[in-house]
Structure formats: C-alpha cells, structure tokens
C-alpha cells in the first residue's frame, strides 16, 4: 500500500506540528510577538521598569562652574610658567637692558608661584617656580655685569685706534 502525497499547504488536510487546526496559531506563538506589534524590554533590562525612573536616563548632575575647579585652583601653575618664561627671556636678553626687567619679573613670579605652590602641595609647580627664580636671578646677575662692563668702557679714554 502507498500512502497519497501531502496536500499543498493552506488547503486542509494535516494541520502543522504543534497546532490543532488551519485557523490555530499555535503553542509556539507566543514566544514571538506577531508582526508590527509593540517589542518587549530589550535584553537585560530589568521587569519592574526603569531604575532610573520615568525618563530611563539616570538623574543629571549639575555641569562645573566656569573656569575649571575653584578660585585659586591653577593660580601656582600660572605663576610658576609665567615665572619660568620670564625667566628665559632675562637670561636670553641679558647682553642688554631689558634682561633686568625680565630677570625682575621673574624673581617676583616665582616667589609668589612657590608660596601658591606649597599652599596647594604641588610640586611640579613649585619645581618650575624656583627654576625661574634662578634663571631670573642669573638673569639680572649677567645684565648687571654687561652693565658694568659698558660703564666701564665707556669712562675709559681710549687713546688707541
């Protein structure tokens, strides 16, 4: 005995595995919503809704103020570079006048940015501020010697050509 060949589907005969009948979803349905249907709570989202609240967003926090951390916060940072550049410039421009003013500058700024520095306990600002010190004081030492040096020259009679 043969047994007859399956009818196409959609037109009776045996219904699918796991339904009852042609108009039946099935037991299986339910694992996968139908079509156009709203979707679940993505994957590891927790049932009893958001922990976060209505928005699903945890709460903001204010933004920092303007200007970074508190007053005072960079004041030894800015005084010992600016201690440190213009300490350079005195020793650079120490063959004239103008390296005096740069070594001042510079003797000034780093006292101060040395006293801001070990009021914040941060030592690469304080490093910074004591050598700008010295090249200020080097600064003015070598002016003061070009000085010296042109006054001298300068009184002397110069009797040879």
């Known amino acids: 005995m043969t ?11 045996t219904p699918p595995h796991g339904s009852s009948g ?8 339910s694992a996968q919503p139908p ?4 979707a679940g709570p993505p994957y590891g989202s927790p049932t009893g809704g958001s922990p976060y609240g209505a928005g ?3 709460p903001m926090t204010p933004p920092p103020a303007p ?5 005072g916060d960079n004041n030894a940072k800015i005084m010992s570079i600016s201690s440190l550049v213009a300490g350079i410039l005195g020793l650079c421009l120490s063959w004239c006048i103008v390296g005096i003013v740069g070594g001042i500058a510079a003797v000034v700024l780093g006292l101060m940015g040395k006293k801001a520095a070990e009021a914040a306990g941060d030592d690469s600002s304080r490093t910074m501020s004591l050598i700008g010190l010295g090249l200020g004081v080097l600064g ?9 040096l042109l006054i001298i020259g300068v009184a ?3 009797t040879t050509y």
């Open 67 to 71: 200007g970074g951390g508190g007053p």
């Open 56 to 58: 699903g967003q945890p």
């Open 22 to 29: 042609p108009g039946d979803p099935g037991p299986d349905s």
């Open 140 to 148: 003015i030492l070598i002016s003061l010697v070009f000085v010296v």
């Open 156 to 158: 002397s009679p110069s």
């Open 35 to 38: 079509y156009g249907a709203p």
């Open 3 to 13: 047994t007859p060949p399956p009818p196409p589907p959609g037109q009776g005969g």
